[in-house]
């Protein structure tokens, strides 16, 4: 299993709908959890971070984290065809001694008008 | 500078020649990974560096691959005897504080092995 896993899409979402990301972790110790924007041809963006349980909200986007059912999710609002990329999510783990990002393989959305 | 910058931004080499690519820090960062990522796939760790040691090298493909942080702030990674699998983008983060703070991203280094 691994330790971080994303559907790989395409999620295909049309204009102005909620686009809902997901991504599921295997460590019940993880206490941080990030999601990038990753532009083809571009590297990745970090547009949001949430540790506690529950919503947390900026602008368009909604992180949600459900630590007891070890998945954590991005929603985007009235989603735009600008939102169109890859999504990652990354979750803090401790490994050897030291915490360190594991990233899940990424989401890719297109939003179509 | 006021984000990560990588050089060069391409680099095109022959099959068995040597490169180094390079990555120069957000100003303060204490801590550096280097990723790779082929086209379409996701992200693949590399290195890791608190400081100038580097604590994780466990993504290092093989012994070809090898890098170095000097006075804590700009790091290297050489890859020798270069083979085609290698061509990819080298991606460079930095963060402020150890593993697991959020990182931020340079630009990269798209890599061409001929």
């Known amino acids: 299993q691994k330790e971080v896993e994303q559907n790989s899409g395409p999620l295909s979402v049309p204009e102005g709908a909620i686009a809902s990301l997901n991504c599921t972790y295997s460590d019940r110790g993880s206490q941080s959890f990030f999601w990038y924007r990753q532009y083809s041809g571009k590297s990745p963006e970090l547009i949001m971070f949430?540790?506690?349980?529950g919503d947390k909200e900026d602008g368009r986007f909604t992180a949600q984290l459900n630590k007891a059912s070890q998945y954590v999710s991005l929603l985007i609002r009235d989603s735009q065809p600008s939102d169109s990329a890859t999504y990652l999510c990354?979750?803090?783990?401790?490994?050897?001694?030291?915490?360190?990002?594991?990233f899940g393989a990424g989401t890719r959305l297109a939003v179509h008008p | 500078g006021a984000g990560v910058s990588q050089s060069p931004s391409n680099k095109v080499t022959e099959k068995g020649k040597d490169v180094e690519l390079r990555c120069d820090p957000i100003?303060?960062?204490?801590?550096l990974y280097w990723y790779r990522q082929s086209l379409g796939q996701g992200l693949e760790f590399l290195i890791y560096f608190q400081g100038n040691s580097a604590p994780d090298k466990s993504g290092l493909p093989s012994d070809r691959f090898s890098a170095e942080r000097t006075g804590g702030s700009v790091s290297t990674l050489t890859i020798q005897r270069t083979q085609q699998e290698d061509s990819a983008v080298y991606l460079c983060a930095s963060s402020l504080g150890g593993g697991g703070s959020e990182q931020f991203f340079g630009p990269g280094t798209r890599l061409t092995v001929l």
């Open positions: 100003s303060g960062h204490t801590a």
């Open positions: 990354a979750v803090r783990v401790l490994s050897g001694g030291y915490n360190k990002l594991i």
């Open positions: 949430i540790y506690s349980n």
